[in-house]
């Protein structure tokens, strides 16, 4: 198994990053406040990434790129901008991919085609005429599996973010002449963050390898949503006890971080229903 990344995810990483930086951090505070969903630089923007269609085919509008994509993107806009993430997500998991996966060739060339290219925000897709069918059904989990990943995917930038922010208070905060990051119980937090953290990011990108492999996924959908989720709710906790008071106002940006966390152990099916999901999985 190959741990290194290809090329073209890393300079994916690198512009979804930079685009996170420069355009969503500055004002992400600001429209949480506001409760305010800013689309041009939520999603509009991203078309010039072309992130909307990022897993659809070429004739479709997309990008023609892998399920790891798609999930470096979610979790690069997290980091930052937890909201834009779960657009990203959403737009593309439940809005475009079932008119993708199971929509005629007349649905995918008027609905399809322009959210790939980023012209048409979508929102639940395509409405299945056979919703109360057992391939409806069927339809549905298939559905559900991809976007628990890329709400994993969410949660694990969300996870990054509060590590990085509480690393770097710990480096320039200083007490007892030193910074806080040379205590043993500060440097043993940040230890644990950083291990969970790989932890949950191997589990993200093994159900997004199945994907594009073709492989099975349901179950590994099912534990990279769980377990990233319970990791990004456990590190933003911790990560505002490191920063104390400061973490707990919103000159800071964890207390957000950590509101942003908790909801990802809910929707797309609770952490409760994840397990109900492995465990069928692995009782089979």
């Not at 990279?224 to 008071?245: H, I, P, R, Y």
């Amino acid at each position: 198994m190959d741990f290194q990344l290809k090329k073209e995810h890393q300079m994916l990483r690198k512009a979804v990053r930079d685009y996170a930086k420069k355009e969503l951090a500055p004002s992400a505070s600001e429209r949480d406040a506001e409760e305010r969903f800013d689309r041009e630089i939520q999603f509009d923007k991203l078309a010039e990434l072309e992130l909307p269609g990022i897993i659809f085919p070429e004739a479709y509008g997309g990008a023609q790129a892998d399920y790891q994509s798609y999930v470096i993107a979610i979790e690069e806009l997290s980091r930052v901008c937890a909201s834009s993430g779960v657009v990203l997500s959403a737009h593309v998991s439940l809005g475009s991919n079932p008119i993708y996966l199971f929509g005629t060739e007349e649905q995918k060339q008027k609905f399809l085609t322009p959210m790939a290219e980023g012209t048409k925000l979508g929102c639940l897709g395509l409405t299945e005429p056979e919703a109360g069918s057992d391939a409806g059904g069927t339809h549905a989990s298939a559905v559900l599996d991809g976007g628990r990943i890329g709400i994993a995917a969410q949660a694990l930038g969300i996870a990054q973010g509060a590590y990085e922010q509480a690393l770097s208070y710990a480096q320039k905060r200083q007490q007892f002449g030193q910074p806080i990051g040379k205590f043993q119980a500060v440097q043993f937090k940040l230890a644990d963050m950083a291990t969970q953290i790989d932890a949950a990011r191997f589990m993200v990108y093994r159900a997004a390898w199945c994907v594009d492999n073709k492989k099975p996924y349901t179950k590994e959908a099912a534990m990279a949503k769980c377990f990233a989720s319970d990791v990004a709710m456990w590190v933003t906790t911790e990560a505002v006890q490191v920063l104390g008071g400061y973490g707990y106002v919103k000159d800071y940006p964890l207390e957000r971080m950590m509101r942003d966390a908790k909801i990802t152990q809910i929707y797309e099916g609770t952490n409760e229903i994840q397990r109900v999901v492995i465990g069928a999985n692995i009782m089979k």
